[in-house]
């Protein structure tokens, strides 16, 4: 980087701080060079693999009423467990779209091995997470979308009881369903379910890394089609410590700072007290978010998705013991 650039970052910070900024600024740039910004969606789909057999679960041309899309980066260790946790409660109603993002621990092979046994339908496709939900949407058939049952983690045997509740309660409109309201679990799972018509209507998924659920939250929430409950479907959340380590954590924090940016979620930053490193990499966010395409709008900036008027108390079967709590076995 020039000069003249980290002397516009530096100005106002003591020299004690300036190798922590410079090594803010240096991240920013790796982080601008590698990103996973792709052309259209019809030209990033590298292997599609769509095998049918006399599976009870495989995935079919034949409409389905439901659509389980997934976006997968890199999760071997945990995708096996992950997929059959979700395949084992489904049947011919559904089908499984999973968009793999050129996976390099062998978990794409695994991915594979499910595709061929006709069990989901696969796309390899260099992404973000919101163009990788947007490819896995529009390979999809189902008149419902279930989106963000990630494989890094394994569900309970409770997919069709939520959505029995979603017709009774919330039919038509976007509902997030999460497994508690305190700020470290409401982020472990962020399960949307919502209707193919809906999502055309708000134009799908924009190619973000980071808030792009969120994102579609509040296109929902503006025109009214917008709701979240309380209902845990997880088994065995991740807690991600990986993102605990001191690179990757400033690394997921640019890209954070970045898309909320390009959110127009000034709220975030006016209400958070940063420290010297943080407030660096605001600034590098700050100075590289234009040169990505931005989706500001006046309702993003107090937009908050779980308030009390977007609530809706799960009811129907409702058990304390079992939805509470995050059973972690």
């Known amino acids: 980087m020039s000069g003249k650039a980290l002397n516009v970052v530096y100005f106002g910070f003591p020299k004690s701080k300036v190798p922590q900024v410079e090594l803010c600024l240096r991240l920013a740039g790796m982080l601008e060079e590698a990103k996973t910004s792709v052309g259209p969606v019809k030209n990033s789909i590298n292997t599609s693999y769509e095998h049918k057999t006399d599976s009870p679960n495989r995935a079919t ?31 011919e109603n559904f089908e499984v779209v999973v968009v793999d993002n050129f996976s390099k621990d062998g978990s794409f092979g695994v991915l594979t091995e499910y595709s061929r046994a006709g069990k989901i339908k696969l796309i390899r496709a260099k992404s973000s997470r919101g163009k990788g939900r947007e490819i896995s949407f529009e390979n999809s058939q189902g008149d419902y979308i279930i989106s963000n049952l990630d494989m890094d983690e394994t569900y309970l045997d409770s997919l069709k009881e939520i959505l029995h509740f979603y017709h009774a309660r919330c039919e ?12 470290d679990i409401r982020g472990l799972q962020n399960i949307t379910i919502v209707p193919r018509s809906l999502v055309i209507e708000l134009g799908g ?14 296109r929902a929430a503006k025109i009214g089609a917008y709701s979240f409950t309380v209902f845990n479907l997880l ?12 690179i990757q954590k400033l690394k997921l924090r640019y890209i954070r700072y970045r898309e909320l940016l390009r959110l127009d979620r000034r709220s975030f930053f006016d209400d958070t007290g940063m420290n010297i490193q943080q ?5 590098l966010a700050k100075a590289s978010y234009r040169f990505h395409e931005c989706y500001h709008d ?11 008027d977007y609530y809706i108390p799960y009811e129907h079967g409702d058990s304390p013991s079992r939805h509470d709590n995050l059973q972690k076995g």
């Not at 409409?63 to 945990?78: A, L």
């Not at 998924?205 to 509040?218: G, K, P």
């Not at 407030?279 to 600034?283: K, Q, R, S, T, W």
């Open 298 to 308: 006046k309702f993003n900036i107090n937009f908050d998705p779980y308030v009390k």
């Open 172 to 183: 038509g409109k976007l509902l997030l369903v999460i497994s508690g309201m305190e700020k």
């Open 61 to 91: 041309d034949q409409t389905k009423k439901y659509s389980i899309c997934i976006t997968h980066y890199n999760n071997v260790e945990t995708v096996r467990a992950s997929l059959d946790s979700i395949l084992s409660q489904i049947d």
């Open 279 to 283: 407030l660096g990499i605001y600034l």
């Open 205 to 218: 998924w924009r190619n973000l890394q980071y808030a792009e659920d969120w994102d579609l939250w509040a």
């Open 235 to 246: 088994r065995s959340p991740n807690q991600h410590q990986e993102r605990e380590q001191p």
